[in-house]
């Protein structure tokens, strides 16, 4: 049996073939024991796997699979933002310059009556080179997660500490 | 009813057209929905839970920032099936080029052992019950290397052709025929084996 | 007398307590996995294994080390986690806390949040570490 011919009957089962050529290869199956018992596997094999696939489910909450994606388009989304063009820049500059002294203002005398005042600074990642951060707040535990990704500096570092505990 | 309630009750296509328009609460809706199948995709073809994460998040990222080129042709779940394959296919480009060239790899147009296997006549897949069949095909496909797979899962699962398999695998329609044609026979062999592992 | 006493009895009281502002902060280092089993480490507690398994794909949460640390307002404390693992906690006040996580004398992540926080990654053979951080005032924060 050559090669040729073992893919042409593939090709027949599989309806690829013009019809004069899929009429060829049947009268060749049917007068072969050897190439309709190819045929026979090819069919089973192909009927076994239609319809059969594995029912699968994302392994995370709904909200932490999502909210890795709308913080990857939200970054994008400011990466991709238009620069600012220098005539606005020099237009905004004018009004800038004096917001930001009286904010200062405002800052400094905000410190000096409560120097308790908590930090202004609002929620922040960073991370080693190696690493990028996922952030996802979730609601019922009012926790927050950081999810530090993919590096194999960080691993290593825990590892020392967790390789101790694994499977005994 | 709030904002959300409306919009799970909203058909793709509707939600589709708001987050055309921008509307990230419309497309998160989307990947609510269709989260799975995606990711059970990027599964099939990846065979790693990590990388198939990775890949179908990426995905739905694609797919908003491509959201103006869905002109529904086709549902949107395809659609977005079609982005992650082509993602994982990308993937799986990456890693032959990390793997050196080997007997193995040589083997994957020419046949290797599936040339000289003898053919399967009797079923093994036959009176199985339905979850058995796909746990006993969900362990072959691991089986087998990542382009008899991938040729597997693009022909069978996704339903496509020959020459759209070969556009997007980027080979030609003999080397499709070809993998095709050994990933069944392995898949028979494996099939076979595992009915026998069972009846041990 | 009596008003005296009870001065002193509070100023020395004030200097052995946690003061205003400070923070008890708790932190725990969990490893989570699904085909592993640990027997020389207790299981995380119910309620916390709660919180995680509702977020996470793993079923055994086991809690590595365990350390509590008494922190200042704006002051900083060094938490040290395993040989080679450590935090750098700084109290910025409201629960709020900026934390350095080193790694081998580097630094892995610094991150800025408010309490409770958890800082977790991938560890091998598909399981996976996290850094747990609490208030101990036990409001749970």
């Known amino acids: 049996?050559?090669?040729?011919?073992?893919?042409?009957?593939?090709?027949?089962?599989?309806?690829?073939?013009?019809?004069?050529?899929?009429?060829?290869?049947?009268?060749?199956?049917?007068?072969?024991?050897?190439?309709?018992?190819?045929?026979?596997?090819?069919?089973?094999?192909?009927?076994?796997?239609?319809?059969?696939?594995?029912?699968?489910?994302?392994?995370?909450?709904?909200?932490?699979?999502?909210?890795?994606?709308?913080?990857?388009?939200?970054?994008?989304?400011?990466?991709?933002?238009?620069?600012?063009?220098?005539?606005?820049?020099?237009?905004?500059?004018?009004?800038?310059i004096p917001l930001a002294g009286v904010a200062a203002v405002v800052a400094v005398g905000l410190l000096t009556l409560n120097p308790s005042v908590p930090s202004l600074s609002s929620d922040s990642n960073a991370?080693?080179?190696?690493?990028?951060?996922?952030?996802?707040?979730?609601?019922?535990?009012?926790?927050?997660?950081?999810?530090?990704?993919?590096?194999?500096?960080?691993?290593?570092?825990?590892?020392?500490?967790?390789?101790?505990?694994?499977?005994? | 009813m709030s904002m959300n309630q409306a919009k799970?009750?909203?058909?793709?296509?509707?939600?589709?057209?708001?987050?055309?328009?921008?509307?990230?609460?419309?497309?998160?809706?989307?990947?609510?929905?269709?989260?799975?199948?995606?990711?059970?995709?990027?599964?099939?073809?990846?065979?790693?839970?990590?990388?198939?994460?990775?890949?179908?998040?990426?995905?739905?990222?694609?797919?908003?920032?491509?959201?103006?080129?869905?002109?529904g042709d086709s549902s949107f779940v395809t659609w977005m099936t079609r982005i992650v394959i082509n993602l994982c296919l990308d993937q799986l480009r990456k890693h032959k080029r990390q793997r050196a060239e080997s007997i193995e790899a040589m083997d994957e147009e020419s046949g290797g052992v599936e040339r000289h296997m003898p053919v399967v006549i009797t079923n093994p897949t036959e009176g199985l019950e339905r979850g058995e069949l796909r746990k006993r095909i969900d362990r072959a496909l691991a089986q087998l290397s990542e382009e008899h797979r991938m040729v597997m899962v693009l022909?069978?699962?996704?339903?496509?052709?020959?020459?759209?398999?070969?556009?997007?695998?980027?080979?030609?329609?003999?080397?499709?025929?070809?993998?095709?044609?050994?990933?069944?026979?392995?898949?028979?062999?494996?099939?076979?084996?595992?009915?026998?592992?069972?009846?041990? | 007398m009596r008003v005296m006493f009870l001065t002193v009895g509070m100023f020395l009281a004030a200097g052995f307590a946690v003061q205003a502002g400070d923070l008890k902060l708790e932190a725990t280092l969990v490893w989570g996995t699904t085909t592993g089993t640990n027997v020389s480490h207790q299981l995380l507690d119910a309620k916390r294994t709660k919180d995680l398994s509702r977020i996470f794909k793993w079923q055994s949460y086991y809690a590595i080390t365990n350390r509590t640390a008494v922190i200042p307002a704006n002051g900083t404390r060094t938490i040290p986690m395993g040989a080679k693992c450590q935090l750098k906690v700084k109290n910025l006040g409201a629960s709020r806390v900026?934390?350095?996580?080193?790694?081998?004398?580097?630094?892995?992540?610094?991150?800025?949040?408010?309490?409770?926080?958890?800082?977790?990654?991938?560890?091998?053979?598909d399981s996976a570490y996290f850094m747990l951080l609490r208030s101990a005032d036990g409001n749970g924060k």
């Open chain 1, 1 to 96: 049996m050559n090669n040729e011919l073992e893919l042409k009957i593939q090709s027949w089962l599989d309806g690829e073939l013009s019809a004069a050529e899929a009429k060829q290869v049947a009268a060749q199956v049917t007068a072969d024991t050897a190439l309709s018992g190819l045929a026979t596997e090819l069919r089973q094999t192909k009927s076994a796997l239609v319809g059969n696939e594995m029912d699968l489910k994302v392994p995370e909450t709904r909200e932490f699979y999502w909210s890795k994606i709308a913080r990857q388009i939200e970054h994008e989304e400011r990466k991709s933002a238009a620069p600012v063009s220098v005539p606005f820049m020099v237009q905004f500059r004018k009004f800038f």
């Open chain 1, 127 to 168: 991370s080693s080179g190696e690493m990028e951060t996922v952030t996802y707040r979730d609601q019922e535990s009012g926790m927050t997660v950081v999810w530090l990704k993919d590096r194999e500096e960080s691993q290593a570092s825990t590892a020392d500490d967790t390789s101790k505990v694994e499977t005994q």
């Open chain 2, 8 to 71: 799970s009750e909203m058909q793709d296509v509707d939600l589709v057209k708001l987050s055309q328009k921008g509307d990230l609460t419309a497309f998160e809706e989307l990947v609510g929905r269709h989260r799975d199948k995606i990711f059970a995709r990027a599964f099939s073809m990846m065979r790693n839970e990590e990388e198939a994460l990775d890949l179908s998040q990426e995905a739905w990222i694609k797919g908003w920032q491509r959201l103006a080129q869905f002109h």
């Open chain 2, 155 to 200: 022909h069978e699962f996704e339903e496509l052709e020959y020459k759209e398999i070969a556009k997007r695998m980027d080979c030609s329609i003999g080397t499709v025929m070809s993998r095709l044609f050994y990933a069944r026979r392995r898949m028979a062999s494996l099939l076979v084996g595992l009915k026998r592992e069972n009846s041990e």
């Open chain 3, 98 to 125: 900026e934390v350095v996580w080193m790694g081998n004398n580097k630094i892995i992540s610094t991150n800025v949040h408010t309490l409770p926080l958890t800082l977790a990654g991938n560890d091998k053979n």
